[in-house]
């Protein structure tokens, strides 16, 4: 496993394929599935070996249920083109993902209306004073079931100057929503920073409940006693939190291991056939152990949604700016061309100007250190300064201007 991983941090895609925008093979075409690593068809920069985007993904690495185990989708990077953006002009901001995204959002319009659309606020500022002259509502347009999706907005003011983010927020307003195969995108998790995170799940609105009664050693029947409503094909089965029962009281065969648990709250385990109100069966095999609380619910166990999602605490590991002073747009950073000499080193991993590339230096068998440091024009936000009558600064988007 030592070139690719199975969590949700973008050194985990498969390793023998770039991070660099101007490649076709680069991995951020990579998404994870519930197959595993898979390239996307039907990416028209992306050499997918099918322009068809209907057609079956390529899979890379075989990694069962792998999206299922990352518990929430995360926002890995954000692009943008250079360059002016003309008075009533568009601008797109792309935006990537460690997962396919499916949206439902209301078809965009060249206006600054909202509602039930999913969208990104952009600041329009002054170029010399720096100060907001307006707000830029990009609205989704593209890229539903694909881990890349495209906002384009529509400049409303007359004013030349630069742009930056309002507040850091992917937006999600009305009956609009982000859905990824971890659930949902914009779900709450319990704790960050490290590769495998909490997901904070609701009892389902309308349930049914009971105890196992002796215990289940890899098998697909379960019997309960203690029932309080009724038991049913379709439902799913979840751990009930209450009670002295463990969150991860299920290990079933739905992950990526043997003891894999996500089955205790992932809504993945179906009742396929019901014997009895004390005994039924499973979609697969499990191991649970006697007097565990279980809820079985046909609208299965609700998350927490929020109506926006930070883009400053996104990144691989949900608590990382994609968007900050430092951060780099899709495709550049410690990943590219540059930074792929980071697989033949042993410095500095953080980008400072500090890693060595080990090179031969030419005198027989020796090896010696090449300092290198990564690409800045791939930064997202550059501090733009201005003087005028009224002078001013601001972390504007690097390389756009407003005409």
């Not at 943008?80 to 797109?92: C, L, Q, W, Y």
């Not at 609205?139 to 906002?151: A, D, E, I, K, R």
């Not at 039924?280 to 109506?307: H, Y």
């Amino acid at each position: 496993m030592a070139i690719w991983g199975k969590t949700s941090g973008e050194e985990s895609r498969p390793k023998s394929l770039p991070m660099d925008s101007n490649s076709i093979y680069s991995r951020e075409f990579v998404t994870a599935t519930d197959k595993g690593w898979v390239m996307q068809p039907g990416t028209a920069s992306a050499a997918t070996g099918n322009d068809n985007a209907a057609a079956d993904p390529e899979i890379l690495v075989a990694i069962r249920n792998l999206s299922v185990s990352f518990l929430s989708g995360n926002l890995l990077s954000v692009d943008f083109a250079d360059g002016a953006v003309a008075d009533s002009g568009t601008f797109d901001l792309v935006l990537t993902f460690d997962e396919e995204i499916t949206v439902t959002s209301a078809t965009r319009t060249a206006n600054q209306v909202v509602t039930n659309k999913v969208f990104v606020l952009l600041t329009e500022l002054g170029g010399t004073d720096m100060a907001s002259d307006g707000t830029m509502a990009c609205q989704y347009v593209s890229g539903s079931g694909t881990n890349t999706l495209t906002f384009r907005g529509v400049r409303s003011q007359n004013v030349a100057g630069f742009l930056s983010f309002t507040d850091n927020f992917i937006h999600v307003n009305g009956t609009a929503t982000l859905q990824s195969d971890s659930e949902t995108f914009a779900g709450i998790l319990a704790e960050s920073g490290t590769t495998s995170v909490d997901s904070i799940v609701l009892d389902a609105s309308s349930a049914a409940a009971g105890q196992v009664n002796g215990a289940v050693s890899d098998s697909t029947t379960i019997t309960v006693n203690n029932v309080t409503g009724t038991i049913a094909v379709g439902q799913v089965v979840t751990v009930n939190g209450e009670g002295s029962a463990p969150a991860a009281s299920i290990t079933s065969e739905n992950g990526i291991n043997a003891s894999d648990t996500s089955g205790s709250t992932d809504n993945t385990i179906t009742i396929t056939a019901v014997a009895s109100q004390t005994s039924f069966t499973v979609s697969e095999n499990v191991t649970i152990a006697d007097d565990i609380n279980l809820l079985f619910s046909a609208d299965a166990g609700e998350g927490i949604e929020q109506n926006s999602v930070s883009m400053a605490l996104e990144g691989a590991d949900g608590a990382t700016s994609v968007v900050g002073e430092s951060a780099y747009r899709t495709g550049f950073g410690l990943d590219t061309i540059v930074g792929r000499v980071s697989l033949l080193e042993d410095g500095d991993q953080t980008g400072s100007g500090n890693s060595h590339l080990v090179n031969e230096d030419g005198n027989g068998g020796k090896f010696s250190a090449e300092s290198f440091t990564t690409d800045a024009t791939g930064l997202v936000l550059d501090e733009t300064k201005t003087l005028g009558s009224a002078s001013g600064s601001a972390f504007t988007l690097k390389g756009v201007t407003t005409a």
